[in-house]
């Protein structure tokens, strides 16, 4: 995780805190023993990567969608383009649609 990261008032496990307040919003564990990309956030839902997966939850910590991505550490947060998402890791880049 980077420096800034968590925010203070969140959890390193995962978690969402109240801009204005700081106050705790919500938490998820990690649910493994492994490093997490720094999380970037569009249209309401917020994006991380885990060696094995790339991850979509609601701005409520729920899981909205996960897909298998066996592509090794990742490098660097995600990033967003338009409708794609494109995530790197040791293995190289991948790209998912976010529309369908």
């Not at 496990?13 to 564990?29: D, E, F, L, Q, V």
């Not at 899981?63 to 947060?77: C, D, Q």
Request: hydrophobic content about 35%.
């Amino acid at each position: 995780m980077g420096p800034w990261w968590p925010p203070p008032g969140a959890s390193a496990a995962g978690g969402g805190c109240g801009i204005r307040s700081g106050a705790r919003r919500w938490t998820r564990p990690r649910g493994g023993d492994y490093d997490l990309t720094e999380p970037v956030v569009s249209g309401g839902r917020i994006f991380l990567q885990t060696p094995d997966e790339i991850h979509a939850l609601n701005l409520k910590g729920k899981r909205i969608w996960r897909f298998p991505l066996k592509a090794g550490y990742p490098v660097s947060a995600p990033l967003i383009r338009g409708n794609r998402l494109y995530v790197t890791s040791e293995e190289g880049v991948a790209a998912a649609d976010l529309t369908s």
